[in-house]
T-cell receptor, first 114, second 109 residues
Framework: KAGVTQTPRYLIKTRGQQVTLSCSPI?????VSWYQQTPGQGLQFLFE???????NKGNFPGRFSGRQFSNSRSEMNVSTLELGDSALYLC?????????????FGSGTQLSVL | QKEVEQNSGPLSVPEGAIASLNCTYS??????FFWYRQYSGKSPELIMS????GDKEDGRFTAQLNKASQYVSLLIRDSQPSDSATYLC?????????FGAGTRLTVKP
């Protein structure tokens, strides 16, 4: 099976712009979660989608949004970028069916906001 | 109080020694517990999962869970330089997974 695919691998944007990141989960996985990783804060949960519905959301401002398509692929959008949004954005997929689910991570998108 | 807490380290152990990594969590309703390993510049990968109190062994790795104390640990026996990485504790409840900030482990030859 192919792993979790995230595109693009690197992004450079300027303040005020918006960005869209993409994630294709492992075939058959219905859940996609998004995380922000920074050296100081570690992995911070953004949101999780399951069967095209946002099932849970972390403590991030409304500038961060996402969606999931019928093929389980997911996109994350950040509007009005700020310098503090510079981070590694990781997507993780899982079957999503139980509390015992294990996450499989993509390689991430490294976003730099100048 | 953070939901999942770990000592950030760095933790340094000599090759062949036992490395002990600890994690505490705040939500008593947490159901599942995981340890992920993240090499520098790479994404996290799952190495252990544990769901009930007690010990779970897998090769050189042993995960320990004590729900009464809200405590999870990971022991790495016969540590190797290739074990040098950041270890992330993750706790699952209410449909989402929360991670600790990670403990950086260095195994010195």
């Amino acid at each position: 099976k192919a792993g979790v695919t995230q595109t693009p691998r690197y992004l450079i944007k300027t303040r005020g712009q918006q960005v869209t990141l993409s994630c294709s989960p492992i075939s058959g996985h219905r859940s996609v979660s998004w995380y922000q990783q920074t050296p100081g804060q570690g992995l911070q949960f953004l949101f999780e989608y399951f069967s095209e519905t946002q099932r849970n959301k972390g403590n991030f401002p409304g500038r961060f949004s996402g969606r999931q398509f019928s093929n389980s692929r997911s996109e994350m959008n950040v509007s009005t970028l700020e310098l503090g949004d510079s981070a590694l954005y990781l997507c993780a997929s899982s079957d999503g069916g139980s509390a015992n689910e294990k996450l499989f991570f993509g390689s991430g998108t490294q976003l730099s906001v100048l | 109080q953070k939901e999942v807490e770990q000592n950030s380290g760095p933790l340094s152990v000599p090759e062949g020694a036992i490395a002990s990594l600890n994690c505490t969590y705040s939500d008593r309703g947490s159901q599942s517990f995981f340890w992920y390993r993240q090499y520098s510049g790479k994404s996290p990968e799952l190495i252990m999962s544990i769901y009930s109190n007690g010990d779970k062994e897998d090769g050189r790795f042993t995960a320990q869970l004590n729900k009464a104390s809200q405590y999870v640990s990971l022991l790495i026996r016969d540590s190797q330089p290739s074990d040098s990485a950041t270890y992330l504790c993750a706790v699952h409840n209410n449909n989402d997974m929360r991670f600790g900030a990670g403990t950086r482990l260095t195994v010195k030859p």
